[in-house]
């Protein structure tokens, strides 16, 4: 059983009055109710939640859940991020690719003897490739949610997002289980399709040397709902249990390692390039 070190809070050291003139107060994070950004945001959720069914996301698991579309490297993933700017953010008007090394970096100081995490740090957003074949943003980013039962109160704006949702309108899909059973563990639920899905099975189908923690923290760092907002544990299992503690270490490096001062990713590659010849080299399946 690996040992996690919880003591170091990066919520500190990325604050403003410790680290001048970079990040920002840990209460200023994911603020959805006003902000620049806040209409792109409002809207990304809006689509979000109107057209992520149960429908929906079986079929874009199908789609892509085979990962037989096309071959590419790591750092090829991570070169195309380049041009994927988050609209579900309100603390990002970034390229992603930065927001990788910075999750990356902040986990590398805070866990330097573990180098599968680093890794994690770099990867954990690289399933957003999605956002250049095509899909759009709202099927890519954002916190992820379980279809196919009652929407609980912390999922962001459910209050005013959901309402043209088909999925709410059947009595199937809106009691507390739904279509699960209790405790049934959240790999056997549906998730709205995403970057987290998407990621886990690139790493399951290539067959990634990283431990079953780091396949866990990529499939839900994006479901807030349950790591930060607690709801959905009657859907947990033991195993969603012992995973949590390593979401919300995640988490911290993922939230509050958002800042406007970039890394300069050259000066990182080569790094990066040592853990991804260790864990997941060559041309992969996507
Ligand atoms: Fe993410
Ligand atoms: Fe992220």
């Known amino acids: 059983m690996k040992v996690l070190n919880m003591e170091f809070d990066p919520s500190e050291v990325y604050r403003p009055e410790t680290d001048v003139g970079k990040g920002k107060a840990v209460e200023e994070y994911r603020n959805f109710k006003e902000g620049p950004l806040m209409d792109r945001v409002y809207n990304t959720y809006l689509l979000m939640h109107t057209n992520q ?156 040397a990283l431990p079953p923690e780091a396949f866990y923290m990529i499939r839900f760092h994006s479901f807030y709902p349950w790591h930060t907002g607690g709801d959905y544990m009657h859907l947990c299992n033991e195993e969603d249990l012992r995973m949590l503690p390593w979401v919300k270490e995640f988490n911290k490096f993922d939230l509050y390692t958002k800042c406007e001062d970039l890394p300069n990713p050259e000066e990182l590659k080569p790094y990066y390039q040592s853990l991804i010849d260790k864990y997941c080299p060559g041309q992969l399946w996507w």
């Open 53 to 208: 069914t149960v429908e929906f996301v079986q079929k874009k698991n199908e789609e892509y859940g085979g990962c037989r579309r096309l071959q590419m490297s790591i750092m090829e993933a991570l070169d195309l991020l380049d041009h994927v700017v988050d609209e579900s953010d309100p603390d990002v008007d970034f390229p992603n690719s930065f927001h990788a090394f910075q999750t990356a970096e902040g986990i590398r100081k805070a866990h330097p003897d573990k180098d599968w995490f680093h890794l994690v740090g770099l990867l954990h957003d690289m399933g957003k490739v999605l956002a250049l074949a095509g899909e759009p943003q709202w099927a890519v980013v954002g916190d992820t949610f379980p279809v196919g039962c009652k929407v609980q109160p912390s999922v962001v704006l459910r209050e005013s997002t959901f309402h043209a949702n088909p999925d709410m309108k059947n009595p199937s899909y809106n009691t507390e289980f739904g279509l699960y059973q209790p405790h049934c563990g959240l790999a056997n639920v549906l998730m709205s399709w995403g970057h987290d899905e998407y990621m886990y099975r690139v790493m399951k189908h290539n067959r990634f």
